[in-house]
């Protein structure tokens, strides 16, 4: 047996003995937990056994109980029963002493102590060790315990869920008692009124509170705790605590607590230590036990019941207060017998194994990190280690210590030498890039410049070493209007320390309180030696908002350097590559994601046309530089802001292209493709926003636009009723929101009550009023709008845990072209490539041909049922409980639907079947329904109706018409057109030939034609005894019949034909447009266009530039509606990021309330009650025993083991990366090792699919290795996908984009519950289980985001844990899907409701 670290490191093989004790401790203990506690999280409920607890009679007494081991007798005393020995605990054994109090003998908020008698005769009074709360008496100085049960209606109730993990941990570092501008010890309710708010401006996602728990010495920064299960009571109540961490919530804020688990107080009197009288009760004895700099007590954390105290204390403040995870304090201590004293760390692995590990120590940090992530998976954890531990950052799974990031302490320590010891002109680049980039790979560290430890008296804050007295004397503009040499110094390398350190440091970032505008003062604790003042224990946040003063400007720019980031989302972006680190010119240039950071740290020298690598193939923007006025800065980079760009150059630097800039003296700027900062501001009324306000009707809402300080106003901008409105402004907006009466909901962040963004893009309104960038992040390696997502890196040859890679990051590589576009070697063979076939087909590597489909679980391979037996289903269907059809004013109304495929006569994906669902679903509500397209073959049962002549490509080509009709019940049928001439009969494929990975070069000609023959159907064909004639609508389905309202409005229309007609264009994919060259196809001469149509038709493309013919575009330009596959999608592709570069267009169409979304339908054959393919039929009433039923059925027929105890997984897709798969087969080992948690381990999983030929060799090698538990079957059995939906407990679907999906529907209508990314129509569909008792009655699923293995196997476990935990739960979610409705009726409520506002609605043009 190996462990994943080994892999990622095969040099820690060479320490792996004792790497095998810490983990073999782990699991000993784990193994030991769950045989004599109930698991490791019962045992974590210490704080329900010890301590003050309602007796289980239920009569209201309590139970007071302690853990006194060298205990002779004991006594709790108190203001209860004055304070007198009578009330006498009875020994339990095991050192466990106890007494019941009756009901009524003590109140809420009396003050106790327990006093005994130690086993050398000896008496002591202590605080009891769990108590709840202590509050100090100000006669002796010392704390009590306090008996806290506040009655319910004083008791806090939480109301907001806890934020989800960010993917770019920001935090705020704070101290509640000095988050004050006035000299004294500031409340939580304070700190929650006036300092999260601004937090949150500033654009920080987490806080990190020091000193919470009680600690008797104020001065001690909460390091020497006291009462560990007790909230310091200097700034409130337990209560007060609830309501601070629900008002960050709230606000979409983490909150993390400084834990001090590497030592404790040696104060006996008020803490813990010395507890039962002897040294050695929860720390060790002796020397052992001492920590000679801190002067404090160490713990033995593998005693039995200290082990339960630290891991309940871990879990009391997760589940008692809500906080979202924690910083270890001091672990270096922990993690070596000399605690670090004395130790110089430099990465040799001696260091760090050997006999100065404290395995001991290890063990117990494996421990409490595995708690954490099971109780809260989205929990953060940060370690403070100055030592670099290897595997500190690892999953516990994989060997490591389980720690999520850990501090980069040598960031700041450079800083600071760097300005006490070194000159500017002598900064070392590759040093500063060293120490910035330096750490593990794969562990993720948290980069800060300045901590609380910089800013404590003693030391100095970066400002003070940069600017010394004249932070007192020249930081006024009214008495300084001009900087000072040291000022501007100062003003531009604070700005530029921070802004490296954020982009280049780490994975997160940290700043203290204050230090982000250079506070001028110290911290200093009130102490003899000041007089006890509080003068200095305070941050005085009014200078920082003051206009007269220079630190407004630190503040400025600190907030704009988070707004870019929570934008665009860098920080978490795995791709970082340094290009330059130029000793002479003192020049640092780095890409991370999708930018370019560039920094000129010379004193002195400026230059021009700089020349700096890059890999973006794309004009890049300046977005932010440390140079602006609003910053204080002397705006010379004011050029590439606004609309100027700096265009693509010829490599260099080892990069693949590059640009020239200006890089002024001492700035830093950041540049972003020009593609990234297009499109304006969208603001989205969030569902939270609208539920906390009791808005029902988004549209009564309205944006004023603000200006200045004097708020002028600048316009109204009206919400939609999906609750959008799109702002004018192309970068900074400043606005109100309007409800009805002209009352303003005011932000509670913003100045003013104003809401403010500072970067083009989506933005989406929560809860209370905040701001989150709502698709913010930034594009992955794709450099324009129109390429295919990025090909993963190869397989690993065996099963690794999902941690583990299985590849070093490297450098993007250029991405090649997608369909529709071209390479940068456009010649006459490149055209002849795929240019417009899905991604599915242009794999040529071993695919089975054109007749496999894309998404084979969302489109089956099912044949087409007769007529009579769909409308049997349909019947059965609508006499179960559903909503009354919609009723659609317009079913006299023609509908004509027009695709290139249609299932069952051609189909390569998921077009085919949809178009099929249209024109049955059409033709049962009552429309006359005719569907159109190209007869690809020799199709039974069909009958030639006419011909028509259709002038194309500078001749006259005549096409033929075949038709079927099928009849589904009275006056229900469809029409099936075919259209016939030879460019269709291809026997490769519909588009292409697979084999050879080409393209039809003459597919225009062939799309052009259908398009165009679509048009004449409708008049020239006789069915049934007349034609469908010209008042119809068009139903066209994405690009190959683009051109189908192109034609309709500058061909028919321009001739007073199809003037009533309407057209609806559906877009099923948008990453496929059609792009072909203009140059090579003009308009007149091969489509038969006038010129006029190129206003159109003309698009861009990275490749083509401007001779680019776009299908898609010209369709969305002159349709009168577009619709998406789901309301999910039809806001990303308006999108920079999810719009291909049709963003602009789409946004166009929407204002004009002509773009939406539906949610496709699933066809009647997906139902249990009814379906043939399935071992038992069930519905909701009886689903419990019919899906057992099945699910044994399907472990028989598949080769699994026939256990209904084990969590049944499914997958039925694709083998790409797009669909996720490589999520999946990467976490196996994880899924399938019973680390005693009572959930991994107990699984089984079914694979099935076709695709790449790595994954499918995956496939078979994950069944192989594990025979009897996993499921690889290489291929597609649409009846087995029927039997998965029935037999498994959960599907999953980690799909890194779905327009619509359709299989998590299957699932939810059969019970199976999904676990999807949380993206495009899977959001629509899914409702996911955040809370489980808030959700419960409405959840159906799970959903991740972002797109990574970590968040996938966090909601994955939570499923998992569900399903073995929490059957009630379970069953609950299972009952909602089932009875829910996804089929086609639904949906096609919704069309006739498009329908009727389409044609009802004036034509577009």
């Known amino acids: 047996m190996s462990l994943a670290i080994f892999d990622l490191d095969p040099k820690l093989r060479e320490v792996q003995g004792q790497i095998w004790d810490r983990v073999n401790g782990y699991k000993h203990w784990k193994s030991e937990l769950e045989k004599n506690e109930g698991g490791i999280e019962n045992f974590a409920l210490g704080y329900k056994i010890f301590g003050f607890n309602p007796s289980p009679k239920g009569d209201g007494s309590y139970i007071y109980r302690e853990w006194l081991p060298n205990a002779k007798q004991v006594f709790l005393i108190g203001e209860f029963n004055g304070w007198q020995n009578t009330t006498p605990l009875k020994s339990e054994g095991f050192g466990r002493w106890a007494v019941e109090l009756p009901a009524g003998s003590i109140k809420h908020k009396m003050q106790v102590k327990v006093r005994l008698e130690a086993s050398d005769g000896s008496w002591h009074d202590r605080v009891p060790a769990w108590t709840k709360l202590s509050w100090q008496d100000h006669t002796t100085n010392l704390f009590n315990g306090v008996f806290w049960e506040p009655p319910a209606n004083e008791r806090y109730t939480f109301r907001y869920p806890r934020p989800a993990r960010p993917n770019s941990l920001k935090i705020y570092e704070a101290h509640v008692g000095m988050a004050s501008t006035e000299p004294k010890v500031a409340t939580y309710l304070e700190f929650a009124r006036d300092v999260l708010p601004r937090i949150k401006r500033m654009g920080y996602n987490a806080v990190q509170l020091m000193a919470v728990a009680e600690h008797a010495h104020y001065g001690c920064f909460g390091y020497h705790v006291t009462s560990f299960f007790a909230p310091a009571s200097r700034s409130g109540t337990p209560e007060e605590v609830k309501e601070m961490v629900d008002t960050a919530h709230a606000l979409g804020i983490q909150v993390l607590v400084d834990l001090v688990h590497a030592h404790c107080s040696s104060n006996s009197l008020d803490g813990i230590a010395q507890m039962d009288g002897t040294d050695h009760c929860y720390t060790h004895g002796g020397l052992k036990g001492h920590h000679s700099q801190w002067d404090s007590k160490i713990f033995h954390y593998t005693k039995h019941e200290v082990l339960r105290f630290l891991l309940s204390n871990v879990r009391w403040w997760l589940e008692e207060y809500g906080f979202d995870g924690f910083r270890f304090d001091g672990i270096t201590s922990m993690l070596y017998h000399s605690h670090g004293i004395g130790k110089g760390y430099t990465g040799g692995y001696h260091e760090y194994f050997g006999p100065d590990a404290d395995i001991e120590s290890h063990i117990y940090l494996m421990l409490a990190n595995d708690l954490i992530h099971n109780l809260v998976p989205s929990a953060v954890t940060v370690g403070e280690d100055v030592s670099g531990m290897p595997t500190l950052c690892r999953p516990v799974a994989d ?7 850990r501090l980069a302490m040598a960031i700041p320590d450079m800083f600071i030498k760097l300005l006490k010891e070194v000159s500017d002109d002598q900064w070392n680049m590759g040093h500063i890039v060293h120490i910035l980039t330096n750490r593990r790979y794969k562990e993720k560290v948290i980069a800060y410049c300045e901590s609380h430890d910089q800013a404590i008296v003693g030391d100095k804050t970066l400002a003070f070493w940069l600017m010394d007295a004249e932070m007192y004397t020249g930081m006024s503009l009214i008495q300084s209007p001009n900087h000072s040499l040291c000022v501007d110094r100062g003003l531009a390398l604070h700005k530029m320390i921070r802004l490296i350190v954020l982009a280049l440091g780490g994975e997160g970032y940290l700043t203290f309180m204050g230090n982000e505008f250079g506070h001028p003062e110290w911290i200093d604790f009130p102490r003899p030696e000041n007089g006890w003042s509080y003068h200095h224990c305070r941050r005085r946040w009014d200078l920082a908002d003051a206009d007269h003063l220079r630190y407004h400007f630190f503040q400025n720019f600190d907030e704009l350097m988070n707004a870019c980031e929570n934008r665009y989302g860098f920080l978490g972006n795995e791709h970082q590559y340094v290009v330059l680190k130029d000793e002479g010119d003192k020049v640092i240039a780095f890409e991370r994601g999708d930018f370019l950071f560039v920094f000129n740290f010379h004193p002195t020298n400026s230059y021009t046309d700089y020349q700096v690598g890059m890999s973006m193939n794309e004009p890049m923007r300046v977005v932010l530089d440390t140079d602006e006025g609003r910053f204080g800065g002397h705006m010379r980079l004011e050029y590439g802001h606004g609309s100027n760009s700096f265009p693509v150059l010829g490599g260099c630097q080892d990069r693949p292209h590059s640009v020239k800039l200006y890089l002024p003296a001492r700035t830093g700027q950041v540049l972003a493709r020009e593609s990234l900062v297009q499109g304006g501001v969208k603001i989205v009324l969030g569902e939270s926003f609208l539920q906390e306000h009791g808005v029902k009707d988004p549209s009564s809402l309205n944006i004023v636009l603000r200006q200045g300080k004097e708020m002028a106003k600048m316009g109204v901008v009206g919400f939609s ?9 192309n970068f900074a907006a400043r606005f109100e929101i309007i409800a009805p009466g002209a009352k303003p909901i005011p932000s509670p962040v913003g100045p003013d009550g104003l809401y403010e963004v500072f970067f083009p893009g989506t933005y989406t309104v929560e809860q209370k009023g905040f701001l989150r960038a709502g698709g913010g992040d930034a594009a992955t390696a794709e450099q324009q709008g129109d390429l295919a997502p990025p090909k993963p890196s190869p397989l690993p ?25 071209v390479s940068d070697e456009a010649d006459a063979a490149s055209e002849k490539s795929f240019h417009n076939l899905p991604d599915y087909l242009s794999d040529a590597g071993g695919l089975p041909g054109m007749n496999r489909v894309s998404s084979l679980s969302a489109f089956d391979c099912l044949d087409l049922e007769d007529a009579a037996d769909l409308r049997e289903r349909r019947v059965q269907a609508e006499e179960q409980d559903r909503p009354a059809r919609y009723g659609a004013r317009h079913l006299s109304t023609p509908v004509v639907v027009v695709s290139s495929e249609i299932n069952p006569w051609s189909k390569t994906g998921g077009l085919g079947m949809v178009v099929s669902s249209y024109a049955y679903e059409f033709a049962m509500r009552g429309h006359r329904t ?27 080509r005549e096409v033929k018409y075949f038709h079927q009709r099928q009849d589904y019940g009275p006056e229900c049928g469809c029409d099936y057109i075919f259209v016939d001439h030879d460019c269709y009969r291809r026997p490769a494929g519909l588009y292409g030939d697979a084999d050879t990975g080409k393209e039809y070069e003459d597919n225009l000609f062939r799309f052009a034609l259908l398009s165009l023959a679509a048009a004449e159907a409708p008049l020239v064909l006789n069915l049934n005894g007349s034609t469908y004639g010209q008042d119809c609508i068009f139903f066209a389905n994405d690009w190959q019949v683009g051109l189908l309202p192109v034609y309709l409005t500058h061909k028919y229309r321009k001739h007073g034909t199809y003037l009533n007609a309407r057209t609806i264009f559906v877009i099923h994919n948008l990453g496929f447009q059609g792009k072909y060259r203009l140059s090579r196809f003009p308009l007149d001469a091969h489509l038969g266009l006038p010129q006029e149509a190129i206003v159109d038709l003309q698009g861009e493309d990275l490749h083509m530039q401007t001779d680019c013919l776009n299908l898609l575009q010209g369709a969305v330009k002159t349709c009168d509606r577009v619709l998406t596959v789901s309301p999910n999608y039809s806001k990303e592709i308006q999108s920079p990021e999810g719009g291909f570069g049709m963003h602009a267009v789409l946004q166009e169409k929407a204002a004009g309330l002509r773009v939406a979304g539906i949610l496709n339908g699933i066809s009647d054959e997906w139902c249990p009650m009814t379906d043939p393919h399935i071992a038992k039929n069930y519905g909701p009433a009886d689903f419990l025993e019919g899906r057992a ?7 028989k027929e598949l080769g699994l083991n026939e256990d209904p105890d084990a969590c049944l997984l499914g997958f039925c897709g694709r083998l790409c990366y797009q669909k996720g798969i490589h999520l999946i087969t990467g976490i196996l080992g994880w899924l399938l090792n019973d680390e005693g948690n009572g959930v991994t381990g107990r699984v089984q999983v079914i694979m099935m699919g076709r695709g790449d030929p790595e994954y499918a060799t995956h496939l078979r090698e994950a069944e192989a290795q594990n025979k009897g538990r996993v499921c690889g079957y290489v291929g597609f059995d649409p009846k087995v996908e029927h039997r998965m939906m029935a037999g498994c407990d959960l599907i999953l679907m980690p799909s890194q ?5 359709l299989p998590q529907m299957y699932a939810q209508q059969y019970g199976a519950l999904p676990v999807v990314h949380e993206t495009g129509g899977l959001k629509d569909s899914v409702v996911g289980l955040w809370d489980v008792e808030r959700d419960r009655a409405s959840a159906t699923g799970f959903l991740f985001d972002p797109f990574e293995p970590n968040p996938f196997k966090a909601r994955l476990y939570q499923a998992m844990e569900l399903f073995h935990k929490n059957k009630a739960v379970f069953k609950q979610m299972q009952e909602t899907c089932i009875r829910s409705d996804f089929y086609w009726p639904r949906a096609i409520d919704v069309y006739e409701q498009h329908i009727d506002w389409t044609l009802e609605d004036p034509a577009w043009r």
């Not at 009723?721 to 402004?729: F, I, N, S, Y």
């Not at 005719?930 to 006259?956: C, F």
């Not at 984009?1297 to 999906?1301: F, I, L, Q, V």
């Open 399 to 405: 060997g490591g210590f389980g720690f999520d990031y």
């Open 930 to 956: 005719m569907a159109v397209s190209p007869r690809y073959g020799e199709y039974d049962n069909m009958t030639y109706v006419g011909s028509t002549k259709i002038w194309l490509d500078g001749q006259e």
């Open 1189 to 1195: 039923a099945c699910k044994k059925a399907l472990q």
């Open 1297 to 1301: 984009y779905e327009p619509c999906g």
């Open 797 to 821: 040859a065996t099963i690794v845990p999902a941690s583990a890679p299985t590849s070093a990051p490297t450098s993007p590589q250029k991405v090649a072209g997608p369909p529709g576009s």
């Open 721 to 729: 009723e999906e609750g959008v409105a799109e702002l004018k402004q």
